[in-house]
């Protein structure tokens, strides 16, 4: 089974800063895509950037940015230039590749905070 | 991506009650799922709305609890059936455009039942 560990429940950064939001996986599959969604106070989950396994490049959004090591299964992700805005929580989810059904499988979330 | 639209928004109910949970999206889209998200929780998949079919339930979630339709391409309804508080959440439909890979949400109804 696949699991999705987000290791910091809460974090914080000064406006402007850099932030790095952790998230490590677990599979035996080797075809699989990997997201970070945002979370805002108003619940909408919003798709914040998608990386697939097969590629080799770190994605990258805007301010927003990842850092896929596919052997250390590990997909952290970089805000830069923190906006107040970028207040969240953070989900990282995992989904494999070639599937019919739709199980995202999500972590249990980072509480980001930035401050003025 | 796409624009989804969730109704209602919040309510309130009794235990023993039922509540239909709508998703409207506007266009046509391939597959739309149905989350729950306990208070201070990630989200769970509960199933996938087939389209002319049954939904395809995840384990430890049952139709009789959970019915879902989905008339068409565009449109999906979730009932939380024989409601107890244990089923205060917020629910959320997503729809994936092609494949299930990547999924857009719709803004979640909040549940709270008394």
């Known amino acids: 089974a696949q699991t999705v560990t987000q290791s910091q429940p809460e974090m914080s950064v000064q406006e402007a800063e850099t932030v790095t939001l952790s998230c490590t996986y677990d599979?035996?599959?080797?075809?699989?895509?990997l997201f970070w969604y945002k979370q805002p106070p108003s619940r909408q989950m919003i798709l914040v950037i998608r990386?697939?396994?097969?590629?080799?490049q770190n994605a990258t959004e805007n301010r927003f940015s990842v850092n896929f090591q596919k052997a250390a299964k590990s997909f952290s992700l970089k805000i830069s230039d923190s906006q107040l805005g970028d207040t969240a929580m953070y989900f990282c989810?995992?989904?494999?590749?070639?599937?019919?059904?739709?199980?995202?499988?999500f972590g249990k979330g980072t509480k980001l905070s930035v401050k003025p | 991506s796409a624009v989804i639209s969730q109704k209602p928004s919040r309510d309130i109910c009794q235990r023993g009650t039922s509540l239909t949970i709508q998703c409207q999206v506007d266009?046509?889209?391939?597959?739309m799922f149905w989350y729950r998200q306990q208070p201070g929780q990630s989200l769970t998949l509960i199933a996938t709305?087939?389209?002319?079919?049954?939904?395809?339930?995840e384990s430890g979630f049952v139709i009789d609890k959970f019915p879902i339709s989905r008339p068409n391409l565009t449109f999906s309804t979730l009932t939380v059936s024989n409601m107890s508080p244990e089923d205060s959440s917020i629910y959320l439909c997503?729809?994936?455009?092609?494949?299930?890979?990547?999924?857009?949400f719709g803004p979640g109804t909040r549940l709270l039942v008394l």
């Open positions: 997503s729809v994936a455009l092609t494949g299930p890979e990547t999924q857009y």
């Open positions: 599979t035996s599959e080797s075809n699989y895509y």
């Open positions: 990386q697939e396994a097969y590629k080799q």
């Open positions: 989810a995992f989904i494999l590749a070639g599937g019919s059904q739709g199980n995202l499988i």
């Open positions: 266009s046509q889209v391939t597959m």
């Open positions: 709305a087939n389209q002319g079919s049954e939904a395809t339930y």
